[in-house]
């Protein structure tokens, strides 16, 4: 006799919900700087040993995290923003846990926090440099490209959000439930 259990036994956990938010707290801080290292430097060897730069004492930190009975437990997307200059803001260091990406537009709500904090803060611009790989994801959530640069050797493409697609709105947090794949039905 089938169960349900037949087919969840060898899928690993995935969490359904996810918080992103602004990183204000020490853990939270550390696991934003352990997945930048985790993505930038382990996984894409774009930098060795440590990814952070001067950009770091300035910019605001956004994490999200997994939630285990509603309570954050593992720090799985980053992203920052920064004021390069007046009305000129900036993001970077996108990244979301292997484990967790194309799950729960995790990613996507992350642009969504960097881009609306930046335009609540005063942004008239917002603009990031941007993996080639990744230039048709941003392409799907409203950025152009404003021409193509290289940087650490890398093909990037210098992006620009368009903000009347991420209105201000003046929330430090949102939350997101993955959608659940369908159980069998028992027989
Ligand atoms: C790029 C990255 C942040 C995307 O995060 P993610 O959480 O997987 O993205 P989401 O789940 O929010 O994706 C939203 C949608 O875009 C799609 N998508 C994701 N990555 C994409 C890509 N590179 N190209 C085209 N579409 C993409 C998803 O399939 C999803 O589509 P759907 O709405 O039809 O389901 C993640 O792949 C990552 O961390 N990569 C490694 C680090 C990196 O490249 N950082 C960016 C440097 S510019």
Redesign the pocket.
């Known amino acids: 006799m089938s169960t349900f259990l037949d087919d969840v036994a060898d899928r690993p956990f995935i969490p359904t919900e996810y918080v992103v938010r602004l990183a204000r707290t020490p853990w939270e801080r550390a696991g934003y700087h352990a997945l930048r290292r985790d ?1 930038f430097c382990t996984e ?1 060897k774009v930098f060795i040993n440590d990814d952070r730069d001067a950009i770091d004492q300035v910019a605001i930190p956004i994490i999200a995290a997994c939630c285990m009975a509603g309570i954050p437990d593992r720090i799985v997307g980053a992203v920052r923003i920064h004021q390069a200059e007046p009305g000129l803001w900036r993001g970077s260091r ?3 846990h292997a484990e ?10 992350l642009i969504r926090m960097a881009v609306s904090t930046a335009h609540g803060l005063g942004a008239t611009r917002f603009l990031a440099q ?2 080639e ?2 230039v ?2 941003f392409r ?1 959530l409203h950025w152009k490209s404003l021409g193509s640069v290289i940087l650490h050797g890398l093909l990037h493409h210098d992006m620009q959000a368009d903000l009347s697609r991420y209105p201000a709105h003046g929330q430090d947090q949102t939350w997101l439930l993955r959608p659940q794949p369908r159980i069998r039905q028992v027989a």
Do not use: Y
């Not at 967790?100 to 709500?109: N, T, Y």
């Open positions: 993505v894409q996108l990244a979301v967790h990406r194309k799950l729960g537009r995790i990613g996507a709500e941007v993996q790989q990744n048709l994801f799907r």
